[in-house]
C-alpha cells in the first residue's frame, strides 16, 4: 500500500473520487495506485506530485505490505 499517496490526499481533505477527478483519472485506477496493485505511468508521477505538493518518492514509495489477520472472537 502506497500510504504516502493515500495521505497525501486525506491532508488535502479529499476523497480518492474528488482526487481523480482532479487529476482527470480513474476512480478505480487511483484506487489501484494506492493499494499498490499497479504501476503510475511518469505522466501520473509527475501530475500527482504537483496536485499534491509532494514529492513523486513520497508519494509512490511501496512502503507497507499490509495484511489481515481474522482472531478468533471464541
Do not use: C, H, Y
Not at 480513474?26 to 511518469?42: F, Y
Amino acid at each position: 500500500m502506497r500510504l504516502g499517496l493515500k495521505a497525501a490526499i486525506l491532508a488535502r481533505g479529499m476523497s480518492q473520487r474528488q482526487f481523480a477527478r482532479l487529476a482527470n483519472s480513474n476512480q478505480n485506477r487511483v484506487s489501484s495506485l494506492i493499494q499498490g496493485w499497479v504501476q503510475p505511468s511518469p505522466q501520473e508521477r509527475e501530475r500527482f506530485a504537483q496536485l499534491l505538493n509532494q514529492s513523486v518518492d513520497a508519494l509512490f514509495a511501496d512502503d507497507v505490505d499490509v495484511r489481515l489477520e481474522r482472531r478468533s472472537t471464541r
